[in-house]
């Protein structure tokens, strides 16, 4: 059922489905590569995310530590991959800010112009690029120090003005895109989809997006290729296959075909929408650096030095920092996430080439980000919801926009912490009143040695299940055990890594936090309701969301949910006001746990349960129904689409856009 192909499913040994699948996958790359030529002129800004196709350079970081240039001394080259064919014309945005520099550019060897840059006001050098038949688009630069105090030249931007001819992909991004349609649709036909549903999904998920994006921008589709769309068919498989097996064993019986294929389609959509964000080479975060630096401590001193000197190194690249005079100055990071993004890099290294640190966090972010959704699609079907309901909290959840602000911002530990809240969550509701001892304890250590903002999570969540638990006598039964797992997890955790953090956040921090602000006033903000409530989750909902809220709550009590689920599905409910109440008492002692995160994922399972009790509804309620969901969907994806302008992320754009009333 699971590693064995699903009844029904594509036959990658049948004569017809090789004819086809070979000839949609070479008519894809053709359509793909003829897009590349649609545009006459392009300007890419040199981001580190280039650097992989430059020698000779290095990025750029000021004081703010933002970085939107890269800067050479001596010698360097551009070697894009990209293919032109004709004339164009070529132009660098370059500036010397210690002083005057000479330059020689040369295109295939040959000298094509010569230029002095003299100051920090950036200057455009515009020769000609008239050529040779089918070049690699590539730039050479000599520069030449003319004073004792030059010490360097900044290149902000590459343009392109083509005039006749064609601009296409490289020989390796072709190869790449084609193998990464072949290999889709086989993976696809092991998940249950037959010929024309796993070529429609392709063609939909990855086919139409990529030539968008290559007309649009040829530069950001060619380093997709490369860097992202080729792990997304090994990514897909692995983790379906993970989801089928602990769904099998976490249920009486297997998941069904279609629910099957409705999973695998929508964790794919949201796999190519975070992770083409987030691996943009016009995608850069001031913390990019900083986190970069943490799997390679590990790789020079070793994983054990990153785990016992972890507050070490935070203190030392500065993550982490809590701003709070008198506190903590830094609050305990555990390095999961680095450990798991070290695995890749070290097999990087095995094979003679340079760790790439920064990729591999991305790329593993993106991929817990994508996978928050299976969790999600899990509580959905166990409230009862048809598969047309299911389809739609997901389309909800990848459409989330408060979950690719958090990716824009590079919150690496935060992404896993939220997944690792949301199994553990999606495992109680499932399992209701009869989950495993050790299987809870193990999920809840899983939670704690994830993110630290997690003990906030949990310690809300238990608390006011048992709060529940008290009024519902049908639940109490489920304390014993979950109490007896989560101190076990605690202690566990404790002794593996926290340590006495938890007792120094309390008399310490805390206790300067309030000094700081006063603890009266911080008591006195809970008077004013609305002031908290509003200024804590107004950024990340709308007015919208809390009415589809309300009445997805007060349709769950007529869910088929009883007992220890229906606790646990109020408990989380609950917590949507409950977490924002402790985040206004903490005041900036706890800004860095980012607890109000886990309830994201109730606005989805309330609008999947509001749409699906129109089947009874009657006509009018049915399209007020219908109405309030579609403008929820159509707000989420206008904030998306607000945020795309620019990609690159500083000091002064680290908020979410206004919602679109």
Not at 99 to 115: H, K, N, W, Y
Not at 529 to 536: A, D, H, T
Not at 556 to 570: K, V
Not at 591 to 611: D, K, N, P, Q
Request: proline share 5%.
């Amino acid at each position: 059922m699971t590693l064995r192909r699903l009844p029904g499913a594509l036959d990658p040994g049948n004569g017809i489905a090789r004819i086809v699948t070979l000839g949609g996958a070479a008519l894809a790359t053709l359509v793909f590569c003829a897009c590349f030529s649609i545009r006459t002129e392009h300007e890419w800004r040199l981001f580190p995310d280039l650097l992989s196709y430059a020698s000779g350079v290095e990025p750029h970081t000021n004081p703010k530590k933002t970085s939107d240039f890269l800067w050479t001394k001596t010698r360097a080259a551009i070697d894009l991959p990209l293919i032109l064919a004709g004339n164009a014309r070529i132009g660098i945005v370059l500036s010397s800010p210690a002083g005057p520099r000479r330059v020689l550019f040369s295109m295939d060897g040959a000298v094509t112009a010569d230029a002095v840059i003299v100051d920090s006001i950036p200057t455009t050098i515009d020769f000609d690029a008239t050529a040779v038949h089918r070049r690699r688009l590539g730039l050479s630069l000599d520069v030449t120090r003319m004073n004792a105090r030059a010490r360097g030249v900044r290149a902000h931007v590459l343009q392109l003005r083509r005039g006749s001819g064609w601009l296409l992909p490289s020989f390796s991004v072709v190869i790449a895109y084609a193998a990464t349609l072949l290999l889709l649709v086989v993976v696809l036909g092991r998940m249950g989809f037959g010929l024309r549903s796993a070529w429609a999904a392709t063609a939909l998920l990855i086919c139409l997006p990529a030539s968008i994006l290559a007309g649009a921008d040829p530069l950001a589709a060619a380093h997709l290729c490369l860097r992202f769309l080729i792990w997304i068919p090994p990514v897909v498989f692995a983790v379906m296959n993970v989801f089928m097996i602990v769904a099998r064993r976490s249920s009486f019986e297997p998941p069904r075909r279609e629910v099957v294929r409705w999973t695998t389609a929508l964790f794919m959509a949201a796999l190519v929408l975070r992770g083409g964000w987030l691996l943009h080479p016009g995608h850069y975060h001031k913390d990019e650096p900083i986190h970069e630096q943490m799997p390679r401590i590990a790789m020079e001193n070793g994983v054990l030095d990153l785990w016992r000197n972890i507050e070490a190194h935070q203190a030392r690249h500065l993550l982490g920092e809590t701003n709070v005079a008198g506190g903590l100055t830094v609050i305990r990071y555990p390095p999961t996430f680095y450990t798991l993004a070290l695995v890749p890099s070290f097999a990087q290294r095995a094979l003679g080439r340079d760790a790439d640190f920064g990729h591999w966090n991305k790329l593993l972010a993106a991929i817990m980000s994508a996978a928050q959704i299976l969790p999600i699609l899990a509580v959905a079907c166990r409230l009862g919801a048809w598969p047309f309901v299911m389809v739609f909290c997901g389309v909800l959840e990848v459409f989330s926009p408060v979950e690719i602000h958090e990716l824009s911002c590079v919150a690496l530990s935060a992404t896993m912490g939220k997944l690792s809240d949301l199994i553990l969550l999606s495992y109680l509701i499932c399992r209701g009143g009869n989950p495993s001892r050790t299987i809870t304890s193990a999920l809840m250590l899983l939670c704690l040695m994830s993110y630290v903002g997690s003990w906030i999570n949990i310690a809300v969540v238990c608390g006011l299940y048992m709060l529940v638990a008290a009024i519902d006598r049908q639940a109490r039964a489920g304390v014993p055990r979950l109490a007896v797992a989560g101190v076990l997890a605690v202690v566990a955790a404790c002794l593996l890594f926290y340590g006495d953090l938890w007792w120094r956040v309390f008399t310490v921090h805390l206790k300067a936090g309030y000094g700081a602000e006063g603890i009266g006033a911080r008591w006195s903000a809970l008077a004013y309701p609305s002031r908290w409530l509003w200024g804590e989750i107004a950024p990340y909902y709308s007015p919208a969301h809390f009415l589809v809220w309300l009445c997805g709550l007060s349709l769950t009590i007529r869910r088929p949910l009883a007992g220890a689920s229906r606790a646990f599905w109020l408990s989380w409910n609950m917590a949507l006001i409950a977490l924002p109440a402790l985040q206004c008492l903490g005041g900036r002692a706890l800004e860095y746990f980012r607890s109000a995160h886990l309830t994201m994922a109730l606005m989805s399972l309330c609008g999947g349960i509001v749409l699906s009790s129109v089947r009874e509804a009657r006509r009018s309620r049915r399209a007020l129904a219908l109405g309030l969901l579609a403008i929820l969907l159509s707000l989420q994806i206008i904030r998306i689409v607000r945020m795309v302008p620019p990609f690159f992320i500083d000091l002064d754009a680290m908020l979410l856009p206004a919602w679109p009333f």
